[in-house]
């Protein structure tokens, strides 16, 4: 351990933070309000898939020891939606993709492979083999087996199979109820015109863009508190009642007016960490409420509150909304032009994205330069003392 931090990086803060955090609670939904939230039981097929012998192929159902003939009488079709028939012998029947297959049918030949005439099918000698084109019934998932598992993450290819297997409604994890508090005597709101002196909130609408597209989240407040330490307490003490994450902005580091960590103890929250050896965000804190909840201060600068809301804040939804613990960042790059310098801290440096897969470094003038942040795909995460092109975990603007 570091005689300056508690914690020797981000992953180790986080997880001594996240072993003591349990999923909220679970709720039954239909499949639509279930989009990007996380499935509380395993979602079990209610029926073989596919549910029958299906072709993958429009063309013509045959026995294997016909094709030895020229030709095979076509004795009819199989159409979709319909169930299947017996193969009469020696003869082909016509099949569509997703038709079932007729009953004593071994393969099925392409119609390009074949020579259609009215009411016959010339054969070519075709390579063919049993069980050619056909889905056989069960060869994705037999009945009552898991199609997904508790924790999944349901996007539209789940969604896909919640329909396939008629989950019309499902399982899942209600939404994670966050809160946010503004802190500054600065701080006016965007449709203001501040005196050279003031600024315009900027952290209140950017967490908001970030919790606002997360679909397993639900905003419950957004405030802003001016640098009194009993006005704080008492916000922080409310907002708590009903939330399961409360994200702070701004006074968490050493300033006279910096209330957050005195908030944070009075409302007798417990501290996991306070500073952390990243670069933007060192004075970021980490607390645990006495029900559970999580409360992050994060340093008022923006480009810090972007950082630590996608490096840290991300990975407390993602457990809060009991999604499977996997890796936070979704992605390495390789950066384009790495210049050499690096930092005894973890550095998150600002990158955009190029269109041969690599990450370009962005100058910037620091944590307050919204202007550089603001051009960026998201940020690269450098370990102390590392300046090479990586590949490094990139994090994108998301939580
Ligand atoms: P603090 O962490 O409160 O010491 O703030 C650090 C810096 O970030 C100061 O320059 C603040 O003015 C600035 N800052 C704090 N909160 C915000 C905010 N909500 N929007 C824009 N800048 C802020
Ligand atoms: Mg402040």
Redesign the pocket.
């Known amino acids: 351990m570091n005689a300056t931090f508690q914690f020797d990086s981000p992953a180790d803060a986080l997880a001594a933070l996240l072993g003591q955090v349990s999923p909220v609670g679970i709720e039954v939904v239909p499949w639509s309000d279930s989009i990007g939230r996380v499935l509380a039981e395993p979602l079990i097929a209610d029926r073989d898939s596919p549910p029958c012998d299906v072709s993958s192929m429009d063309g013509y159902a045959v026995r294997l020891n016909d094709l030895a003939l020229a030709s095979l009488p076509v004795a009819g079709e199989i159409a979709i939606g319909t169930p299947p028939t017996d193969l009469p012998e020696a003869s082909a029947m016509r099949v569509v993709t997703g038709a079932a297959v007729p009953r004593g049918a071994e393969a099925i030949i392409a119609r390009e492979d074949v020579q259609e005439t009215p009411g016959r099918i010339l054969l070519r000698p075709t390579q063919t083999a049993p069980g050619k084109y056909i889905r056989r019934r069960g060869e994705n998932l037999l009945t009552g087996q898991p199609a997904l598992h508790r924790g999944s993450v349901i996007h539209a290819p789940a969604v896909a199979a919640m329909a396939s297997f008629g989950a019309a409604r499902v399982s899942v994890h209600r939404k994670v109820r966050v809160g946010v508090i503004?802190?500054?005597d600065?701080?006016l709101p965007i449709e203001t015109t501040p005196q050279a002196w003031q600024?315009?909130?900027?952290?209140?609408p950017a967490l908001h863009t970030l919790l606002v597209a997360c679909p397993c989240v639900a905003i419950q407040e957004r405030t802003h508190v001016p640098d009194i330490a009993d006005r704080l307490q008492a916000e922080l003490a409310r907002i708590l009642n009903d939330c399961d994450l409360v994200l702070l902005?701004?006074?968490?580091?050493m300033?006279d007016r910096?209330y957050v960590p005195w908030a944070v103890q009075a409302a007798g929250a417990h501290i996991v960490f306070h500073k952390l050896p990243i670069r933007p965000g060192k004075?970021v804190l980490g607390a645990l409420g006495t029900r559970g909840q999580v409360i992050l201060g994060l340093?008022?600068?923006?480009v810090s509150?972007l950082t630590t809301a996608c490096r840290l804040a991300g990975p407390v939804v993602r457990c809060l909304s009991g999604a499977k613990r996997g890796t936070d960042h979704r992605a390495v790059v390789t950066l384009q032009n790495p210049d050499g310098r690096d930092l005894p801290l973890w550095w998150w440096r600002l990158v955009r994205l190029t269109d041969t897969g690599t990450a370009e470094l962005l100058g910037n003038r620091g944590s307050?330069d919204i202007v550089a942040a603001a051009c960026s795909d998201g940020f690269v995460e450098i370990p102390p003392g590392q300046s090479s092109a990586g590949p490094w975990p990139f994090y994108r603007w998301e939580i």
């Open positions: 503004v802190t500054g600065e701080l600024i315009r909130d900027a952290n209140g902005t701004g006074g968490v580091s300033g910096d004075p340093p008022g600068n923006p509150i307050g």
